[in-house]
């Protein structure tokens, strides 16, 4: 069982930046992918990013590519999401995610959604 961690969220105005991290019990290098999904109020929820621990094979949800940057530090068995030029609508919960062992997987942004290994989330607020 790996255990994941997130943390970094917080309230910033619409243009500001956060970096969200996810800190992972284990060594990530044998979890295979790992991503970010949300779920902001009201909505459903949404895959982020997704990467390989390879770092080789990265996705993003439309609604975020060019904004977010998703990166793994193997060394630190630690997930980052840089998250610049935010708007209202990223306010969500943000959840890391990767794949059990046992499960087949999708690595990429959608499949960060049925990873069974989560952790319990950090809250992003962006104002306008």
């Known amino acids: 069982q790996v255990q994941l961690m997130e943390s970094g969220g917080g309230s910033v105005q619409a243009g500001g930046s956060l970096t969200l991290s996810c800190a992972a019990s284990a060594s990530t290098w044998n979890l295979y992918c790992m991503g970010w999904y949300r779920q902001g109020p009201g909505l459903e929820r949404e895959g982020v990013a997704s990467i390989g621990v390879d770092g080789r094979s990265i996705y993003y949800a439309d609604s975020v590519k060019g904004r977010f940057t998703i990166s793994l530090d193997n060394a630190k068995n630690t997930l980052s999401l840089q998250m610049n030029n935010l708007k209202p609508e990223d306010t969500a919960m943000y959840y890391c995610?990767?794949?059990?062992?046992?499960?087949?997987?999708?690595?990429?942004?959608?499949?960060?959604?049925?990873?069974?290994?989560r952790g319990k989330g950090t809250l992003v607020t962006v104002s306008s």
């Open positions: 995610a990767a794949p059990d062992e046992r499960q087949p997987y999708k690595c990429q942004a959608t499949g960060t959604l049925d990873f069974n290994y």
